[in-house]
């Protein structure tokens, strides 16, 4: 009997290596709050698709442009009005140590991020949440490649100006 | 500028992975579900589907976890989580047998991991030999069908997807001697002396 040479693992084993980095895709893409569900859901949606996928496929970029489609879904849902970072951050906040702002700091980037326009938001988490490259990222948001760097570009642009801003402010 | 990813509480993504696993298999959209359980013959990997209980290997004979499920995946489908409340019903009746408590397994049987034709003819009658029982090759290859087919019996039984449950152990050497087995020899005897039979 001959055995394909390249075949799926069993799902559990997909399952088990990618749920890291599927999660911190999520937590930073729509936040902590609705990650659990949206990261069920990614992994339910993975698992209907899952025996009909090549062999060869790429699990990773297939498994996080789902999850990137949930995360749009999520989104969405919440309408056009996301929740202000200023909402969130206003009123009488505790003088934070240097050491506790350093820690809050990477939740604090990725609210921010959260914020700018669609495109970059998106460009942004799944370049540096989910380790994309350029090209998987073109073709989990089906635009070209340069298309992709540019917004990533403006993406950190606003987010540095931002930063600025707020330090300036502070 | 730099924009690193997201903490994560240490075994979050795999608790959430797990509750993941369990729902997949409560709303049947993975076809399979396996558990781990241990008994005192060593860990065993149960592996079961709609149909029933497909696969009971020992985990150290069958070359590790992996390799049991690479088999699966490839023969019956990859769409298999590890759902342990799934195999509740397994795990409780081979804890009763183990502990002497139990002589006829109720589970279903999936018999989807035997071939078709005679072998699977052999494996079947082989799960009618009562608990304390033995029958020899000899025996099964009459009660399927071919009787001077004993050494092919012999390689059905060895190549039993279920045992324990599908008692392949009741199974001996028409001299007398205890003839081979899929979880060796040291199993076989184990499994013999909790039935109340045979110590050699």
Known sequence: MTKPTARLPPFQRFLDVHCGDVLRYLVASVGRHDADDAFQ?????????????PADANLRAWVLTIAHRKAIDVHRARGRNPVPVAEIHDGAQPPASPAAADESSHSDHWERVRMLPTRQREVLTLRFAADLSHADIATALGCTEEAARRAAADGLKNLRKEIADVAATA | MSLPPPDLRPGEAADLAARTAARAADEGIAQIAYATVDSPVGRLVAVQTPRGLARLAYELVNGGLDEILDDVALRLSPAIVEAPGRLDLVRRELDEYF???????????????????????????????????????????????????????GGALGSNPIPIIVPCHRVLSSSGGLGGYTGGLERKRTLLAIEGGLLM
């Open chain 2, 99 to 153: 502990d002497g408590r139990r002589h006829d397994f109720d589970v279903a049987l999936d018999w989807s991991l035997s071939h078709d034709g005679f072998r699977r003819r052999v494996l079947q009658e082989c799960a009618r030999i009562p608990f304390g029982a033995t029958r020899t090759y000899k025996d099964m290859a009459i009660a399927a069908g071919s009787p001077t087919a004993f050494r092919a019996a």
């Open chain 1, 41 to 53: 859901e990614t992994f339910l949606s993975a698992l209907r698709a899952y025996p009909r996928l």
